[in-house]
């Protein structure tokens, strides 16, 4: 009978550890890949008289409208704070593949969790890159869509829109 009290502690400590190791893995889930209905990896051709830099610019302008503080445009990411006692985090990174270059929106900016404040920042991207007239074939991706396979138009599923 003394030996239940033991048992009962372990057998506690065990759920408990794979109910960690559970949320763990859910977490991690949620970072590797984007909810139905977002998108946040742009992909897109540059026209040969443009420099991704000058696209890099024009899509940190618009997403600096958001943000109480200084943009920093790098080589191949667009930086900021998340609040002023914070160190500087890629906000939007970029990279090129052949012919195409990709901007992905990071979790390590966003978290996890794609909220309203993501889904501003994607429309914001969507709509500097869509102005810019050196960007061409604009498409959007789930970041789990390697292959590329499974374009769409906008970043974020529009309710009760008609997306073709």
Known sequence: MWFAVPVAVATVGLVGK??????????????????PGIRTVARFVLAEDTALDDVLLAVAAEVARGFDHAVEVTVDAIRARP?????KTDVIRSTRTGMH????????????ELGDSAHLLLHRMHAALADHPGVRELSWFARQDRAFADAYQMPVLVANAIVP
Do not use: E, F
């Not at 190791?21 to 890949?33: D, E, K, P, S, V």
């Not at 270059?101 to 996890?112: F, H, K, S, Y």
């Open 18 to 35: 794979l109910v960690l190791r559970y949320r763990q893995g859910q977490l991690a889930t949620r970072a590797l890949a984007d909810p």
């Open 83 to 87: 609040h002023p006692l914070a160190a």
């Open 101 to 112: 270059i990709t901007l992905a929106l990071t979790r390590a900016w966003t978290g996890t």
